[in-house]
Each structure stands twice: as C-alpha cells, then as structure tokens.
C-alpha cells in the first residue's frame, strides 16, 4: 500500500526513509525530487539527469518514480525505475523530449515523483548493487559487466 504523507513524514522521523538535503514537496502520497542542474532537451532528445537528493529506503520500503504531470503534458517522457529497499543513493533518470519545443529544466526545479510502497514483510535481499550510493548522474554500468562476462574477467 501507498504511504500518504503522514505515513512518510512518520518514516522519515524514524530514520526508516531518508531524503536529504531535505524535501522539495511533500504531496498527498508521496514527494517531489528536484534535478540537480540546468537541463535543455530538445525535440527528440535523450539526457540522462539526476534527483538534487540523496535518498535512502529501509528493507521496508519500494520506491517508485513518476515524471511530473506538468512535464508530461510538455512532451517529456521518461525512464523510471523501482527504488529498491536498501537503495542508497542520488536517482538517475533517463528523460526523453517527444514533444515539439525545446523544454528547459532549472537546477532544483521538481522533476519526478517518488512515491513510497510499505512491503507486507521487511525484504530479506535488500539493494546492494551496481548503483548502490550513486553520485550525480550515473551512465549505465550494464556494458562493462557484459564485457567482463564476455572476456571471462570478473569484477
């Protein structure tokens, strides 16, 4: 179930969620991320553009993104993915322009949506993967894991 924003506010008093430097809104069920640089995308155009925030969920919570409404109806589509439990870090989003104008995005300006699932039981597996306290925007590591896969080297 979707925390609602006393839920959240709750998990965040706990120490169980936490998104810093601090939240840019909070909204009925759930908050709003900021992007943390300048952006143009043009007509057609894919960048890739990371949260202003760092967040961190606790084996009790999924995170899912959504791209603002506002940026929607502009023409801008986007890459989301899960947040898993566990995840520590600053969120890379791939945005897309299918719109017919250039759409401009200002450094703190809000982007995405994340929205905040209580799991029915505490995950046993929590994140510990490739993104794992992720900085800035962070290319896709999927390349270098299949040449080393290819190349019989690990790592």
Same mark, same amino acid.
């Given at each position: 179930?979707?925390?609602?924003?006393?839920?959240?506010?709750?998990?965040?008093?706990?120490?169980?969620?936490?998104?810093?430097?601090?939240?840019?809104?909070?909204?009925?069920?759930?908050?709003?991320?900021?992007?943390?640089?300048?952006?143009? #995308?043009?007509?057609?155009?894919?960048?890739?553009? +990371? /949260?202003?925030?760092?967040?961190?969920?606790?084996? %009790?919570?999924? $995170? =899912?993104?959504?791209?603002?409404?506002?940026?929607?109806?502009?023409?801008?589509?986007?890459?989301?993915?899960?947040?898993?439990?566990?995840?520590?870090?600053?969120?890379?989003?791939?945005?897309?322009?299918?719109?017919?104008?250039?759409?401009?995005?200002?450094?703190?300006?809000?982007?995405?949506? #994340?929205?905040?699932?209580?799991?029915?039981?505490? +995950? /046993?597996?929590?994140?510990?993967?490739?993104?794992? %306290?992720?900085? $800035? =925007?962070?290319?896709?590591?999927?390349?270098?894991?299949?040449?080393?896969?290819?190349?019989?080297?690990?790592?």
């Amino acid at each position: 179930m979707a925390l609602s924003d006393t839920e959240i506010t709750s998990a965040i008093k706990t120490g169980q969620i936490k998104i810093r430097p601090r939240i840019a809104k909070l909204n009925p069920a759930g908050v709003d991320l900021r992007i943390d640089r300048d952006l143009e #995308l043009n007509p057609g155009q894919q960048r890739l553009a +990371a /949260t202003l925030e760092r967040v961190e969920l606790s084996e %009790n919570f999924l $995170g =899912i993104l959504h791209i603002r409404s506002s940026l929607a109806r502009e023409g801008i589509v986007a890459s989301l993915a899960l947040v898993d439990p566990g995840f520590q870090g600053q969120l890379t989003v791939s945005l897309h322009n299918a719109g017919d104008r250039p759409v401009r995005l200002t450094r703190g300006e809000r982007f995405i949506q #994340l929205s905040i699932l209580r799991l029915g039981t505490p +995950a /046993t597996h929590t994140y510990n993967g490739t993104y794992q %306290n992720s900085r $800035g =925007i962070v290319k896709s590591r999927r390349r270098k894991k299949m040449e080393n896969v290819i190349h019989g080297n690990r790592g």
